[in-house]
């Protein structure tokens, strides 16, 4: 039962995630999920040192990160990359100090950057689905380049990794969202968003059942698993974009001394 929680858990969020990381992508701000995840765990630490449920002070922290950040126009003449990694490493900080006042604070922190999976239950699944499905319908509206557009994309986001942080950990988190949609990454634009979906979860399958048999942790199991198969999915693609090119180029030379004939 344990494996089958620990398998629709972590297919759940292979399926949103890596459709939002195209997107991620696209616009050039890969760091924004690390920066919200790490805000969110933050809360999280937060909640256990004023003793309150971690998950609503790790919403209300998200929102105020999401409310700060899309008030940064895509087009800002600062590196996007720079503020969110900046926000990342303040966040990160801050919540190794808060843990570091609690007892056990160090096992608290495995926690959050790997999750407590293998305690996923159909409640916590069913919350997973919910949110997943609310978040894409908010992250993948169409939307212009305005404070609620951004605020809208940055809010559907967060939907989904807030909870799946806690269930999956931050590690997990930004690995389904960078890996699957950077594998099928070409030519400065996104592939087939079905090959980032199924490249994610045939990981999530193949990791968890690697971690089950070999009594691995599931989380960082998952995201080696995710990082090998992404990597070697992404050089047979590079691969053979790299012959379709030659080839097209070779069509079109034949053309070329046909036609001056």
Do not use: C
Not at 6 to 35: C, K, N
Not at 89 to 104: C, K, Q, T
Not at 205 to 224: I, K, M, N
Request: proline share 4%; net charge negative.
């Amino acid at each position: 039962m344990i494996l089958l929680t620990v398998l629709i858990a972590t297919l759940v969020i292979a399926i949103s995630l890596p459709v939002l990381g195209q997107r991620v992508l696209e616009r050039r701000i890969v760091f924004v999920d690390l920066a919200l995840a790490q805000v969110a765990a933050t809360g999280y630490a937060l909640g256990m040192a004023l003793h309150m449920p971690g998950i609503f002070i790790a919403i209300i922290t998200t929102a105020i990160a999401v409310a700060l950040m899309a008030t940064m126009d895509e087009d800002t003449i600062l590196p996007k990359e720079a503020v969110m990694g900046a926000v990342y490493a303040f966040a990160a900080s801050l919540g190794m100090v808060l843990l570091s006042l609690l007892p056990y604070g160090e096992g608290q922190l495995m926690e959050l950057m790997f999750g407590s999976i293998l305690g996923v239950n159909w409640e916590g699944i069913g919350i997973l689905v919910a949110f997943s499905a609310v978040g894409l319908a908010l992250a993948l509206t169409p939307h212009s380049n305005t404070y609620h557009g951004r605020l809208r994309f940055s809010a559907g986001l967060s939907l989904i990794i807030v909870p799946a942080i806690h269930a999956i950990g931050v590690l997990l988190v930004f690995a389904y969202l960078v890996m699957p949609a950077l594998s099928v990454w070409r030519n400065g634009h996104n592939g087939p968003i079905w090959q980032a979906t199924a490249l994610a979860a045939l990981a999530s399958v193949v990791g968890t059942l690697t971690a089950h048999f070999l009594d691995l942790p599931p989380s960082a199991t998952v995201v080696l698993t995710l990082g090998l198969i992404s990597t070697i999915i992404g050089i047979i693609i590079h691969f053979n974009k790299q012959e379709e090119t030659e080839e097209e180029q070779t069509e079109d030379k034949k053309q070329e001394e046909t036609e001056l004939l």
